[in-house]
């Protein structure tokens, strides 16, 4: 069964304040199971073990059942709301969050 990863790596401002980040990517966990299709989400700092993304120091996964699930999350004004609160914190406003949205296979084994 194909799912959605919906990838998103945050360059954050110098000054950007941790419990700010904090509240947010809570504000994101807990939208799981609200909108229809979004099964999981988790985030954390990126490790850059191959130097690739130092200006992207944290980042996050979401968890799509399908396309419809996507749709529905992008539009929802809770996520909206969440994802201005987020672009505050980057660097250059919402230019200082990439978007990678991979369609995938589910996890062996049936994990999300």
Request: contains cysteine.
């Amino acid at each position: 069964m194909a799912m959605i990863r919906h990838c998103v790596m945050l360059r954050l401002r110098e000054d950007a304040d941790p419990a700010a980040l904090t509240a947010v990517m809570e504000g994101l966990q807990a939208l799981v199971g609200l909108i229809e299709g979004f099964k999981g989400f988790t985030h954390g700092p990126n490790l850059d073990a191959e130097g690739k993304s130092p200006d992207y120091p944290h980042g996050f996964i979401c968890v799509l059942a399908d396309r419809a699930a996507l749709d529905r999350y992008a539009a929802d004004a809770r996520h909206r709301a969440l994802g201005a609160r987020l672009a505050a914190l980057c660097t250059s406003g919402a230019e200082g969050i990439v978007v990678y949205d991979l369609l995938t296979e589910a996890d062996p084994g049936g994990a999300a």
